[in-house]
């Protein structure tokens, strides 16, 4: 049964040295949770980004949280590149398992299925390949001269995202979102902010159901008004992109980021 927390107690529920999948900067980011990892100082995480990482990832890693990135990219936007991931990268401090979408969503989608790889095509003669060792090369058995990379299965130990609504059930709308089921159904735990939630069952009604995330693969849930914040969330509001900015400034320095860190008025706030 899915249970509704307080953020704090929901945040708790995450171990340090835990593998942490998390969406790409459009598709309902926790950064109410994010916020909350750092007040309680949860560390050496194992960052899965569902594909690529954003403001999220840069800051986790600016507050000496990560441990490893598997992604394909991190990246703040039109805000540029994301300063402590590059810093990190650079000085190794932190491990990084390069990697591409399509492999990404392959070995997720492995780990939902209960097998121990899925083949892919696309990789063969590339940086990425050649610094993935656990990656393997083979030949299609039903085929001649047909070289595929295996892809082993991602299961993360939590899924942490944030949605616009869920019923007092558990169940959880996320419309298209549908990387956001992927990381559900291939975690371990399911974590979830929301900003609403209503009594009524999402699964009978015939419009909103196609894009329900059943309760069956959520853990527990938390209300929290504009928990995406300061990225948007679809249907809901906008991106803030000043404030993304800001951070981008702030954190060119480490200076610069313990300051925002510290300070940001979006992360100073108690959320309910």
């Given at each position: ?21 998390v969406p790409v900067d459009y ?6 949770g994010t916020a909350e990892i ?104 039903f085929g001649e001269n047909d ?126």
């Amino acid at each position: 049964m899915t249970e509704r927390l307080h953020l704090s107690e929901l945040i708790a529920r995450i171990p340090s040295g835990t593998k942490l999948a998390v969406p790409v900067d459009y598709a309902g980011v926790s950064m109410s949770g994010t916020a909350e990892i750092i007040r309680q100082n949860i560390g050496g995480l194992h960052l899965i980004c569902v594909p690529t990482g954003g403001m999220q990832v840069d800051m986790l890693v600016g507050a000496g949280l990560v441990a490893c990135v598997e992604t394909s990219a991190v990246s703040l936007g039109e805000a540029g590149g994301a300063p402590c991931f590059n810093r990190a990268v650079k000085q190794g401090s932190i491990k990084l398992m390069d990697a591409t979408c399509p492999a990404i969503h392959a070995g997720l989608i492995a780990a939902q299925k209960g097998v121990p790889f899925l083949p892919i095509r696309g990789l063969i003669g590339s940086d990425v390949f050649e610094n993935r060792k656990d990656w393997k090369l083979i030949d299609n058995p039903f085929g001649e001269n047909d070289p595929l990379v295996l892809i082993p299965a991602i299961q993360p130990d939590y899924a942490l995202f944030h949605a616009p609504l869920a019923d007092k059930y558990g169940n959880v709308w996320i419309g298209r979102r549908r990387e956001l089921a992927t990381m559900a159904y291939a975690a371990k735990h399911t974590l979830i902010t929301v900003e609403k939630i209503t009594d009524d069952n999402l699964l009978d009604d015939e419009v909103m159901a196609a894009g329900v995330l059943p309760s069956l693969y959520v853990d527990a849930v938390a209300h929290v008004s504009n928990g995406a914040a300061p990225y948007g969330v679809w249907g809901e509001y906008p991106a803030d992109a000043q404030e993304i900015a800001a951070y981008a400034k702030a954190a060119q320095t480490e200076e610069g980021v313990a300051d925002y860190l510290a300070t940001a008025s979006w992360m100073q706030e108690q959320r309910t």
